[in-house]
């Protein structure tokens, strides 16, 4: 099988590590990729290039599956532009990404299919939506505040600050000056609980479960600070448990995929059900993204037993869901950022810095080639991340933090409390 994986980041990089031990797999082309995949021998990176330009690559290079990483090339259509000609590519259609491309067609859609969620208002005009705000009682029950489209994890603030609410929604519908732009907003009720994020393959009404992972996503210790794309995300076996689990399955992913069904957008491939858990064990989607979550890729991957190439092939064209397991085992991946990030306000990140580092549970993101020396410097936001594995998820975080030790570049920030909470992320 020859791979053409789409995507740059730290979940591309987990992808290649997984599919580059395949036997069935001889190419993979990465774009655009970043310079540290080239440590993988199998692994072409490509230029970054429009979704027809990598459609005629496909054609042109006896391309049998094409992997979609970010969110982005999905809301733009590129499944439905390779589907066009008959490639075999893995992900949603154009209209079925909007369940992550627009926050308010998400919950319009869960809504309608009767998928429990968060009560919510929208507002496609700013002085309505500070009228709105007025009447919302932040202080005694909080509020989420979420830009409707894609923000990069970004745009979502929860408060019980009156002033906080006012300032996030004139800087995400006024301010000039930060860099999530939304015409519209959308207002929640805040879900307490525990929150988790479960996984699945899918096509049409089949689907496979992938697991579950646990995301921190305020940048700093004790969830403090803005949210990220990401800090750090663990994965405990015990939990959810089956019952949990089978609640999941039939009040949220059947009714997902049914309703895309319904819709006429047949559902394929990564779901992520973003969820909360409340003190009856019952599930609520905070979100869904289209696609497959970092970090939460690189704290499951390295959990999953079996060839996920074929099995995807295997997938698209018979619908087998055999061949694939997950290791009954912990997961702990932490980030490490460059300083400066997630600059909301558009300041410039620290970059250029030397990276020293082991290989060993180490996947790469914001990273290019040292220009004076061998090895790599920071040249994004989130730069690298370590995973461990093992029985519990109190042993795999300490042997994540012991890889995390042994690296080191200028203006490196990580967070020191990944996983201590073990029942669900850190949230208000």
Same mark, same amino acid.
């Not at 590590?17 to 082309?29: A, F, G, R």
């Not at 496609?124 to 005694?140: H, K, M």
């Not at 995301?215 to 210790?221: I, L, P």
């Given at each position: 099988?020859? *791979?053409?994986?789409? @995507?740059?980041? /730290?979940?591309?990089?987990?992808? %290649?590590? #997984?599919?580059?031990? !395949?036997? &069935? ?119 989420? *505040?979420?830009?409707? @489209?894609?923000? /990069?994890?970004?745009?979502?603030? %929860?408060? #019980?600050?009156?002033? !906080?609410? &006012? ?262």
């Amino acid at each position: 099988m020859n *791979i053409l994986l789409i @995507g740059s980041g /730290g979940r591309e990089d987990a992808f %290649v590590w #997984k599919l580059s031990k !395949e036997e &069935e797999i001889k190419k993979i082309y990465v774009s655009p990729g970043h310079d540290g995949m080239t440590r993988f021998s199998k692994v072409t990176l490509l230029p970054d290039q429009s979704a027809e330009d990598l459609k005629d690559f496909a054609k042109d290079n006896a391309i049998d599956l094409t992997i979609v990483g970010p969110e982005a090339p999905l809301t733009q259509g590129i499944v439905d532009i390779f589907q066009e000609d008959g490639l075999r590519i893995f992900g949603p259609s154009k209209r079925a990404a909007q369940l992550e491309g627009s926050k308010i067609f998400s919950k319009n859609f869960m809504k309608k299919n009767g998928i429990p969620t968060a009560s919510f208002e929208t507002y496609d005009n700013y002085q309505l939506a500070v009228e709105g705000l007025a009447n919302w009682p932040i202080e005694s029950e909080g509020i989420v *505040i979420k830009a409707d @489209g894609l923000a /990069g994890g970004k745009g979502v603030v %929860v408060t #019980k600050n009156r002033s !906080e609410a &006012e300032h996030t929604l004139h800087d995400f519908m006024i301010n000039p000056e930060i860099s999530v732009k939304s015409d519209t907003i959308l207002f929640e009720k805040v879900l307490p609980g525990d929150e988790v994020s479960v996984f699945a393959l899918c096509k049409g009404l089949d689907s496979f479960y992938l697991g579950s992972a646990c995301d921190h996503k305020r940048v700093g210790d004790n969830d403090t600070g803005p949210n990220t794309g990401g800090m750090g995300c663990f994965r405990d076996p015990s939990w959810p448990d089956k019952s949990l689990l089978k609640k999941i399955e039939e009040r949220i992913l059947r009714p997902t995929l049914k309703g895309c069904m319904a819709d006429g957008m047949a559902y394929s491939g990564f779901l992520f059900m973003g969820l909360m858990i409340d003190e009856l064990n019952d599930p609520y989607v905070v979100e869904y993204n289209v696609r497959l979550g970092d970090p939460e890729t690189q704290t499951l991957l390295p959990l999953l037993e079996g060839p996920l190439g074929l099995f995807i092939k295997e997938f698209i064209d018979n619908g087998t869901t055999s061949g694939l397991s997950l290791k009954d085992e912990a997961s702990v991946h932490i980030v490490a950022t460059s300083g400066g990030y997630p600059s909301l306000d558009n300041n410039p990140l620290d970059l250029g810095h030397k990276i020293n580092f082991k290989e060993e549970g180490v996947f790469l993101a914001g990273v290019k080639k040292n220009p004076d020396e061998d090895g790599y410097v920071n040249s994004g936001g989130r730069v690298l991340g370590t995973t461990a594995t093992a029985k519990t998820v109190d042993q795999a975080r300490e042997r994540a933090y012991e890889l995390m030790k042994e690296i080191s570049f200028k203006g490196m920030h990580y967070r020191s409390d990944i996983a201590l909470k073990k029942r669900g992320a850190i949230n208000d």
